[in-house]
T-cell receptor
């Protein structure tokens, strides 16, 4: 049973559009990590969020950790084809990963 | 600085056989973790080794085992292979043990059991 639920499972958008993906759990996490995995590669850490309510920005990516530290979101502004990949969240309590959101950005 | 190296990249084995996968961490990293990734179950934690000792273990049967050598290189062994063991096996290295330290993943070994 996945303790971390990610939505949507698949997302296909045009270049330039904005999008938000979600990571939800019934458990409280001390911190949560977001990774991006490209085809044929291992996941690469994007960010670690630690404090409830925290917002972190990484260029066009904005990460938010819920106040109760049970959920998180990733917002991408003006998506580009290079953003294509599998976005995974992981609860740092026990390094349990969500199933991921597979994003495709079409040029 | 070289990244995490996993060998082999691809492997085909027959049901009932055993297999050993290798992971060389980033120089200076002492923690190596192993994961199994499948389309149905996603990315699942197998175990973590730090300074040649298993520090954490996921919920996998005893057929899955590992070890770490004094140079921090790690091997993972799966005995009596089953069709369901077909997966991408990833290892990740980090400086320290514990979940809060940044992990760097290798490209993985894709194992196919026929």
């Amino acid at each position: 049973t996945q303790l971390l639920e990610q939505s949507p499972q698949f997302l296909s958008i045009q270049e330039g559009e904005n999008l938000t993906v979600y990571c939800n759990s019934s458990s409280v996490f001390s911190s949560l990590q977001w990774y991006r995995q490209e085809p044929g590669e291992g996941p690469v850490l994007l960010v670690t969020v630690v404090t409830g309510g925290e917002v972190k920005k990484l260029k066009r990516l904005t990460f938010q950790f819920g106040d109760a530290r049970k959920d998180s979101s990733l917002h991408i502004t003006a998506a580009q084809p290079g953003d294509t990949g599998l976005y995974l969240c992981a609860g740092v309590n026990d390094m349990r990963f969500g199933a991921g959101t597979r994003l495709t950005v079409k040029p | 600085k070289a990244g995490v190296t996993q060998t082999p990249r691809y492997l085909i084995k027959t049901r009932g056989q055993q297999v050993t996968l290798s992971c060389s961490p980033i120089s200076g990293h002492r923690s190596v973790s192993w994961y199994q990734q499948t389309p149905g179950q996603g990315l699942q934690f197998l175990f973590e080794y730090f300074s040649e000792t298993q520090r954490n273990k996921g919920n996998f049967p005893g057929r899955f085992s590992g070890r770490q050598f004094s140079n921090s290189r790690s091997e993972m062994n799966v005995s009596t292979l089953e069709l369901g063991d077909s997966a991408l096996y990833l290892c990740a290295s980090s400086l320290y043990t514990g979940w809060n330290t940044e992990a760097f993943f290798g490209q993985g070994t894709r194992l196919t059991v026929v």
